[in-house]
Each structure stands twice: as C-alpha cells, then as structure tokens.
Nanobody, 126 residues
Framework: QVQLVESGGESVQAGGSLRLSCAAS????????MGWFRQAPGKEREFVAA????????DYADSVKGRFTISRDNAKNTAYLQMNSLKPDDTAVYYC???????????????????WGRGTQVTVFS
C-alpha cells in the first residue's frame, strides 16, 4: 500500500511559478513510477507528466512541455512538479499517482496507476 499526499497548490498570477510536492509513504518509493494528472472543472482528468522509477525517463503532455518539470527525491520519498510560465488554462486540481508495478517507466494512462493522492488546487489568474 502507498499513501500519497500532494501539497503546494495555490492561486498564482499568470506567468508565475509553483512547485507541487507529493509525499509518499508505505511501499518502497524508489521502485515506483510516478505520474501527475490534473482535472479542471467540467473536464476529464488528463495526463500532465510521468517519470520512471529511477527518474531517468520522463514524459510530458504537449501542453506543458518546456514549462513543467517532474522530478523525485528518493531519499525524501517525494515527487515534485515544477510549474513555470503558468497560464490560466493550467487551473485544475493536480493529482499525483504511483504505479504499483516495480521498475516501470511511467505511463500516460491513468488506469496504469494504482495509488492516488487527494489532489491540490492550482488556480492561475490573469
């Protein structure tokens, strides 16, 4: 079992930056691929970024590529999402997720993830 808790969401002006954190407890964090997803009001949940268990492989949605960076600190059992040049379209609840299969690369598909946090709200105003 893995418990995930996101933090770092807040209201920020367009063009600003935020860093989201996802603290994990339970199973060995360093073996797990991690993903970030988001859901805006009235829209389906969408993929944002994913990272392999080692952090050596990352993947990003086209809408955030070049602006967002996913990373992890296995010593702290924490994953991060650095978000720069934020836009109003980035407004959403952001969720982190962990894949229970050890040593995989990280997927764009939400159904591949077994554990989810409760989310943190990011609001970007113009």
């Amino acid at each position: 079992q893995v418990q995930l808790v996101e933090s770092g969401g807040e209201s920020v002006q367009a063009g600003g930056s935020l860093r989201l954190s996802c603290a994990a407890s339970g199973r060995t964090f360093s073996r797990l691929a991690m993903g970030w997803f988001r859901q805006a009001p009235g829209k389906e949940r969408e993929f944002v970024a994913a990272m392999s268990w080692s952090g050596g492989t990352t993947d990003y949605a086209d809408s955030v590529k070049g602006r967002f960076t996913i990373s992890r600190d296995n010593a702290k059992n924490t994953a991060y999402l650095q978000m720069n040049s934020l836009k109003p379209d980035d407004t959403a609840v952001y969720y982190c997720a962990a894949d229970a299969r050890a040593y995989v690369l990280g997927s764009r598909k939400d159904y591949q993830y077994d554990y989810w946090g409760r989310g943190t709200q990011v609001t970007v105003f113009s």
